[in-house]
C-alpha cells in the first residue's frame, strides 16, 4: 500500500545524494571577491569577509586616539579626544599655566613687604602663695573675622626706652587691668604672619608675672573680654599651641620657685631693670618704623658701554 501523500511505490533507500534541480533563470556563480589590502580601507556592506591567512599591517600613528583615564565619584572612566590629540597632554599645559605664571604676568604683581616685630607679654598669677592647683591666670579674648573668641595672652611692642620686662608689665596692665611685677622669664615665641599687605615676622617675649593689685577690665579698644582662668585648664583655653605650650611650662616654673623661697625672690630681683639694652633699642626702633611706608624702589639700568670707533677713523 502507498503512502498517503504520494503517488510513487516504495522503493529501497539509495545511499548516492540526490543531484540538485538546475534551474535556467539562476545566475551561475562567480570568481570570489578579493579582500582589500589596503589597512585603511574600511569594510562595508557591499564586501564579504572571508577567513585568510594574510600578514595584517600595523596601524599608523595618526590611527591611534589616546585615552585617558579620570577618576570619578563612579570610578574610574576613560575620556578619549575627539580630535585625535592626547588629553592628558592638554590638561598638563593647562595646569602648567595655572601654576606657573609668565615672567611678564609675574613682574605687574607687587611683592610683600616683610617687617620685623618684636613684642612682650606675661602669664600674670593670682598669687603666688597659693597651691599649684589652686592659681589662676588673666587672659584675654579677642572676636576674629568668623566670629570666634580668640584666647590668648597680653602681650604688645616694645616701645623706645622700655625693657622687655617694663613692657609686658605695661601691657598687661592695659589689656587686663591688673598690675603685677615679673617673677621669672618663661622665653620667647616668633611667628609669620599676613597683615595690611606686610609679611610680618614677630617675636614675643614672655614673662611671669605676680599680681599685686588691680581688677580686671576690658576697656582697651582690642580686647573683647577678660578673665581669670584656673591654671589647670589654659592649655584647653588658650587658642595657640605655642602658647597652650609656653602654659605646660610654666606651671613647672611656679612649682619650682614656690619651693625654694630663695630662689623666688633672687628671680624678682634680677628680673628689675630699667636700663634697655641695645637688642631692645634696636627692636624699638624697628617698632617705630613700622606704620611708615616703604621707601620707593629704584629701577636698575644697565650701563651702556661706550661704542668703540671704526677700524679706519682710528
Known amino acids: 500500500m502507498a503512502p498517503s501523500g504520494s503517488d510513487t511505490p516504495h522503493s529501497a533507500p539509495d545511499d548516492t545524494p540526490p543531484r540538485p534541480v538546475e534551474r535556467r533563470d539562476a545566475p551561475k556563480p562567480g570568481p570570489m571577491p578579493k579582500r582589500p589590502t589596503d589597512p585603511e580601507r574600511l569594510v562595508g556592506d557591499d564586501d564579504e569577509l572571508h577567513p585568510t591567512h594574510t600578514r595584517v599591517s600595523p596601524p599608523k600613528p595618526s590611527d591611534l586616539v589616546a585615552v585617558t583615564a579620570k577618576i570619578t565619584k563612579t570610578g574610574l572612566t576613560h575620556a578619549v579626544g575627539s580630535d585625535g590629540a592626547t588629553t592628558a597632554g592638554k590638561s598638563k599645559n593647562r595646569r602648567r599655566t595655572g601654576t606657573r605664571p609668565d615672567r611678564g604676568q609675574g613682574q605687574g604683581q607687587e611683592r610683600l613687604r616683610t617687617v620685623r616685630e618684636t613684642s612682650a607679654g606675661g602669664l600674670v598669677i593670682s598669687d603666688l602663695d597659693l597651691p599649684v592647683d589652686e592659681l589662676c591666670a588673666a587672659l584675654i579674648g579677642r572676636m576674629d573675622r568668623r566670629g570666634r573668641m580668640m584666647w590668648s595672652l597680653p602681650k604688645g611692642h616694645i616701645e623706645t626706652g622700655e625693657t622687655a620686662e617694663q613692657t609686658a608689665i605695661r601691657e598687661v596692665a592695659e589689656e587686663t ?20 599687605g606686610r609679611r610680618i615676622h614677630k617675636t614675643v617675649h614672655h614673662y611671669l608675672l605676680r599680681s599685686i593689685g588691680g581688677e580686671l577690665s576690658d576697656a582697651d579698644y582690642e580686647v573683647s573680654e577678660v578673665a581669670w582662668v584656673p591654671l589647670a585648664e589654659l592649655p584647653r583655653k588658650l587658642t595657640y599651641s605655642d602658647e597652650r605650650r609656653l602654659a605646660r611650662m610654666a606651671r613647672g616654673v611656679i612649682a619650682d620657685l614656690a619651693a625654694d623661697p630663695n630662689r623666688l625672690a633672687q628671680s624678682e630681683a634680677e628680673s628689675i631693670r630699667t636700663e634697655p639694652n641695645a637688642y631692645e633699642r634696636a627692636a624699638a626702633a624697628r ?16 650701563r651702556r658701554r661706550p661704542r668703540r670707533p671704526p677700524a679706519g677713523d682710528a
Open 177 to 196: 587691668g591688673i598690675n603685677g611685677t615679673v617673677v621669672a622669664p618663661l622665653g620667647k615665641i616668633d611667628y609669620w604672619f599676613v597683615s595690611e
Open 287 to 302: 617698632n617705630q618704623r613700622r606704620n611708615e611706608p616703604p621707601p620707593p624702589s629704584r629701577s636698575r639700568r644697565r
